[in-house]
């Protein structure tokens, strides 16, 4: 395994369409990370798993935003009537249990216009 | 909860001149500290980091940082910029809460390395 992999790369969408993401974790981490980072700030913490269950929720995390991870391998986040607000680079993370260390993905890029 | 600070927004160096990015954190107990660099684009790579011991940590790329726990800070250094090196640098740091991880980051510092 080769490392945390996100598709796709970069998405364009016009604003009010739904969009949905995908990460592919290393293969033998049972946590998930979503994270979300926007033009000059550090990436922000939106969500995380561990093996299928969604155990944390940031205030970040709109009800326009779901995630799922079904049977505790890939993960997919979804963003429902995208606004202009939710451009920004979509980082996924995954790591072992009890080690904070996290190893992150290459991002999904969104732009909504 | 824990926060971090970069306080400087951008850095230009030349090159082959030494570096040094300042990060400074909040946290109630022994820190976790890391440091990332993201080339424009992409996603984040680990540079380093701090859970316990050697208070000088050394990294990849010839990258090394100190903790100072009187300071509250994890400064990354190098003594020879290369143009390579021209990224966003990204301090963290990361506690366990309630069984998980977390991890807060700063807003980053851009190196701008100049000729």
């Known amino acids: 395994d080769t490392g945390v992999s996100q598709d796709p790369r970069h998405k364009i969408t016009k604003r009010g369409q739904n969009v949905t993401f995908r990460c592919d974790p290393i293969?033998?981490?049972?946590?998930l990370y979503w994270y979300r980072q926007t033009l000059g700030q550090g990436p922000e913490f939106l969500t995380y798993?561990?093996?299928?269950?969604?155990?944390?929720k940031s205030r970040l995390l709109s009800d326009r935003f779901s995630a799922e991870r079904p049977k505790g391998s890939f993960s997919t986040l979804e963003i429902q009537r995208t606004e202009q607000g939710d451009s920004a680079m979509y980082l996924c993370?995954?790591?072992?249990?009890?080690?904070?260390?996290?190893?992150f993905g290459p991002g999904t890029r969104l732009t909504v216009t | 909860a824990q926060s971090v600070t970069q306080p400087d927004i951008h850095i230009t160096v030349s090159e082959g001149a030494s570096l040094e990015l300042r990060c400074n954190y909040s946290?109630?107990?022994?820190?976790?500290l890391f440091w990332y660099v993201q080339s424009p684009g992409q996603g984040l790579q680990l540079l380093l980091k701090?859970?316990?011991?050697?208070?000088l940590v050394q990294g990849i790329k010839g990258f090394e940082a100190e903790f100072k726990r009187s300071q509250s800070s994890f400064n990354l250094r190098k003594p020879s910029v290369h143009w390579s090196d021209a990224a966003e640098y990204f301090c963290?740091?990361?506690?366990?809460?309630?069984?998980?991880?977390?991890?807060?980051f700063g807003k980053g510092t851009m190196l701008l390395v100049s000729p």
């Open positions: 963290a740091v990361g506690a366990l809460n309630s069984g998980y991880s977390t991890l807060t």
């Open positions: 701090y859970f316990s011991g050697d208070t």
């Open positions: 993370a995954s790591s072992l249990e009890w080690d904070v260390e996290q190893y």
């Open positions: 293969s033998e981490h049972n946590r």
């Open positions: 798993f561990q093996n299928e269950a969604q155990l944390e």
């Open positions: 946290y109630g107990a022994t820190p976790y």
